[in-house]
RNA sequence: CGGGCUGUAGCGCAGCUUGGUUAGCGCGCCUGCUUUGGGAGCAGGAGGUCGCGGGUUCGAAUCCCGCCAGCCCGACCA
């Protein structure tokens, strides 16, 4: 008799293999209000490593880290029509503190904007303060009937960046480059995760935006997953709170705002989009853990090897870690390593070192080679770099196998019971997109034929990426 | 908010129909010995207000009533 899975495998039941995956690798629980999430160390070090990844490419972009509030005023939320429309529904307020009853109820900050426009109208006196180009790393509340870990969570992290410009193509502008060179760049090159970029429907678009610029990924189930969104504010929010500046011409004027995010739920589709039902599969570059050398028993020398190579792959810049658990059998540290995701593990045994050797083997693959002892490192560099890559590769042939170029509403339909479906616009439409909205199926994004972004809605002959979401 | 289901050890469950010893099983946990090249084996051990409250009964995890909590499906979201 086989034993019995590790975890329940993805053909079996994806939301299933979701949940073990979570729990076996140690990346997250639930916490005791229903919809909270503790991220537990090996999670939080994934997000770490997002965060110093997209934090790099922010501040390359020229914008600075700041701190705003958890706790903003209930007013500020009701200026802008739309935006306190959008977000009712799952704010969290806090009426009563220090004892007695608040004056004016708080709001635990569904998202910034408004705080943050308040402050732009105060620094913001000239054309010359403009751009202001701030971010700000948070946790933000949003009241979630329906959670899971990562992917849906009433308090999650991320990264909110809020900009404001002189004018209207200033401000699409910067929307768009920090959607290209942050997000897309992040995740095609560290998360090796392909992305359609496009643009959000008028239904779909953030509350009180006027365009909103979306990465739409796959997950292995066929189900499509929003990972980031840049916003064109437009003047909506400069006018609610008043931010303006004198031009040089001497006018006074409204700026343009912009505000753009990603979150822990990136982490749930790294998970969903790369695992597999031995467990998480992690990008060489993202990995906290790049390679674990694994000491199979503690003779012959075998741990003072290992140690040395540990060390010798921290010098080569690998992030190493050492497993000399030798009191634990070799197949549960490996499975364990597994379920983990570590993109390489060095196994280091007796019978290796007494044949100048170490066993390499690649998780993404699962392909176990023999190198010499004195080329390890460079046999590991070797491997990082093929994995990213393949992972990459693969992602996207399954992304490709799972879309469908379809012409009709009913084509559609039949696509997105497995995948993605692209079809004309003008074959959707807004009823055509209330319809799909019936079998629980959204327009993800409206592209150009060559897949580049659309300007407007309106742009002849766009293509609907349309699919069941996350 | 409407419909369906479930509450028994850290996790997953059996037991309930037909009330009756000390409430079991798997995983996990602790101790010891033997192990360690793919989730170890054996022996011993710890761990429970059976969701909560009431009722029926000599006796309730089991039957009855009420409550509470959670899960799944229909409107929104990073």
């Given at each position: ?30 916490g005791p209000v229903r919809g909270t999430m ?29 701190y705003f509030p958890l706790f903003i005023p209930e007013s500020y939320l009701t200026r802008e029509a739309?935006h306190v429309e959008g977000f009712s529904p799952e704010l969290a307020v806090v009426t009563h503190a220090g004892g007695k009853q608040l004056d004016e109820p708080v709001v635990v900050r569904p998202t910034s904007e408004t705080v943050i426009g308040e402050y732009?109208a105060k ?13 700000q790393?948070a946790n933000v509340v949003r009241w979630e009937l ?7 969570s009433s308090e999650f ?83 609610a709170f ?229």
């Amino acid at each position: 008799m086989p034993k019995a899975p590790v975890l329940t495998p993805q053909a079996d039941d994806f939301p299933r293999w979701y949940q073990d995956v979570v729990a076996k690798a140690e990346l997250a629980d639930n916490g005791p209000v229903r919809g909270t999430m503790v991220i537990r160390p090996y999670g939080y070090a994934i997000w770490e490593r997002m965060q110093a990844e997209v934090d790099a490419r922010i501040k390359a972009a020229g914008a600075q880290n700041a701190y705003f509030p958890l706790f903003i005023p209930e007013s500020y939320l009701t200026r802008e029509a739309e935006h306190v429309e959008g977000f009712s529904p799952e704010l969290a307020v806090v009426t009563h503190a220090g004892g007695k009853q608040l004056d004016e109820p708080v709001v635990v900050r569904p998202t910034s904007e408004t705080v943050i426009g308040e402050y732009m109208a105060k620094w913001i006196q000239s054309y010359r303060d403009l751009p202001l180009l701030l971010n700000q790393w948070a946790n933000v509340v949003r009241w979630e009937l329906r959670p899971r870990l990562f992917l849906r969570s009433s308090e999650f992290l991320w990264q909110e960046g809020h900009t404001a410009h002189v004018d209207h193509d200033d401000a699409a502008a910067y929307a768009e480059r920090i959607h290209l060179d942050v997000y897309r760049s992040f995740m095609v090159d560290v998360l090796a995760m392909p992305i359609w970029v496009g643009r959000k429907t008028a239904k779909e678009r953030f509350p009180g935006a006027v365009n909103t610029i979306t990465c739409e990924a796959m997950m292995r189930d066929g189900k499509a997953l929003q990972m980031g969104t840049s916003h064109e504010l437009g003047q909506n929010f400069a006018r609610a709170f008043d931010i303006t500046f004198l031009d040089d011409h001497g006018v006074q004027q409204h700026v343009w705002t912009t505000s753009w995010g990603v979150s822990t739920r990136m982490v749930g589709g790294l998970i969903m989009a790369h695992g597999d039902d031995a467990g998480l599969r992690l990008p060489p570059v993202l990995a906290p853990v790049q390679a674990v050398v694994l000491v199979i028993r503690d003779e012959a020398g075998v741990t003072d090897a290992a140690d040395k190579l540990v060390a010798e792959l921290r010098g080569a810049g690998v992030r190493a870690d050492l497993d000399g658990r030798a009191d634990i059998s070799f197949g549960r540290r490996a499975t364990d390593w597994e379920l983990k995701g570590v993109p390489v593990r060095v196994e280091v045994g007796p019978r290796d070192l007494a044949n100048g050797e170490v066993t390499l083997v690649r998780r993404d693959t699962g392909t176990k080679v023999q190198v010499p002892l004195t080329g390890t490192a460079a046999a590991v560099g070797a491997a990082l770099e093929a994995a990213q890559a393949d992972l990459y590769a693969g992602a996207l042939a399954r992304r490709d196998a799972a879309t469908a170029e379809v012409a009709t509403l009913a084509e559609a339909h039949e696509a997105a019971l497995t995948g993605f479906a692209k079809l004309p616009w003008a074959a959707v439409g807004e009823s055509g997109e209330a319809e799909l909205a019936k079998s629980g199926i959204t327009v993800r994004c409206l592209q150009r034929a060559d897949g580049t972004l659309p300007r407007a809605d309106d742009e002849a002959d766009l293509v609907a990426l349309v699919a069941r979401s996350y």
